[in-house]
């Protein structure tokens, strides 16, 4: 099924934008294509929680928190998903992981670090 590989992340200070990527090099784009694909994120101490996501018909979905700020796209050609993240805030510091599903089976990112402090 091939890894997520996810990057982007970094220090930003508030306000500031960051663009995550994740990428699947070694995922058959008949797989990557019909997989719903997603952003979570973990801060210390907290639990995974969904941020975005994006089903194989580009029909998205986002948490309340980053609505409006937040935006999740992905390039089937390339076998790719981004997540656009705008007027950041302290609050969106955390790990982000890449996240895909098909047919019942999940995989994982190892994360990339999001860090959001003046």
């Known amino acids: 099924q091939g890894p997520l590989v996810e990057s982007g992340g970094g220090l930003v200070q508030p306000g500031g934008s960051l663009r995550l990527s994740c990428a699947a090099p070694r995922t058959i784009t008949s797989v990557f294509n019909p997989s719903m694909m997603a952003w979570y994120r973990q801060a210390p101490g907290k639990e995974r929680d969904l941020v975005a996501s994006i089903t194989s018909g580009a029909i998205t979905n986002y948490a309340d928190s980053v609505k409006g700020r937040f935006t999740i796209s992905r390039d089937n050609a390339r076998k790719r998903v981004y997540l656009q993240m705008n007027d950041l805030a302290p609050e969106d510091t955390a790990v982000y992981y890449c996240?895909?599903?098909?047919?019942?089976?999940?995989?994982w990112g190892q994360g990339t670090q999001v860090t959001v402090s003046s």
């Open positions: 996240y895909r599903e098909l047919e019942g089976r999940s995989f």
